[in-house]
């Protein structure tokens, strides 16, 4: 079964500075992962998603990430963090299958200081 | 709509009590899911809808748990006899294919069981 391991379950930044969220899965085949941000009290969004095309993937709010199959990771970045980035990060891998479901890592906490 | 509904946004019930938490997915869209998220956790996978047929349940935790959704369209996550270890976030989300790709979550019902 396809799983994945989020490295640090919290993240502390100063605004301006860069992020790194780390990522690795299992998976005996070319995984679909994806990143998903979840802000207090508000629904899950995806922030991009890796299905097999470029290896680097840009996704929105000035995030990339770049999957690397030797390493089995999927690490997030961002060149600069903004206040507005604090907020809860999870990596994600789709399970084959029926409905092709979501199998969550357990989260990164993103504190953004001053 | 524009997005996944959830509702009640909140609920409180007293343990032994029964609930029903609805999600209105976003209209046309083929398959439905239900997560569960505990506090500090991430997502984990309940059940999954292709239009009325339920594909795979294999994510509930137990027999008093039980969803529906009868016309292919609004879907009904039921909990029997409640107990504390229910007590989490449930998410609903939906995907316009066949498959996970392209979901959209609802911001969740927030369960609470005293």
């Known amino acids: 079964a396809q799983s994945v391991t989020q490295l640090d379950s919290h993240v502390s930044v100063s605004e301006g500075t860069p992020v790194l969220l780390r990522c690795n899965y299992s998976s005996s085949y070319s995984p679909s992962l994806f990143w998903y941000v979840q802000h207090p009290n508000k629904g899950l969004q995806l922030l991009l998603k890796y299905t097999s095309a470029a290896t680097l993937v840009k996704g929105i709010n000035g995030f990339e990430a770049e999957f690397k199959k030797s390493e089995t990771s999927f690490h997030l970045t961002k060149p600069s963090a903004h206040m507005s980035d604090a907020a809860e990060y999870f990596c994600?891998?789709?399970?084959?299958?029926?409905?092709?479901?979501?199998?969550f890592g357990a989260g990164t906490i993103l504190r953004v200081k001053s | 709509g524009a997005g996944v509904s959830q509702s009640p946004r909140y609920k409180v019930a007293k343990r032994g009590q029964d609930v029903a938490l609805r999600c209105d997915p976003i209209s046309g869209h083929v398959s439905l899911f239900w997560y569960q998220q505990a506090l500090g956790q991430g997502p984990e996978f309940l059940t999954y809808?292709?239009?009325?047929?339920?594909?795979?349940k294999s994510g509930l935790p137990s027999d008093r748990f039980f969803a529906e959704r009868p016309e292919g369209s609004v879907s009904t996550l039921k909990i029997q006899r409640t107990q504390q270890e229910d007590s989490a976030v449930y998410l609903c989300a939906s995907s316009p294919g066949q498959g996970g790709y392209g979901y959209t979550f609802g911001s969740g019902t927030r369960l609470t069981v005293v």
């Open positions: 809808f292709q239009n009325e047929a339920q594909l795979d």
């Open positions: 994600v891998v789709s399970e084959t299958g029926r409905g092709n479901k979501l199998v």
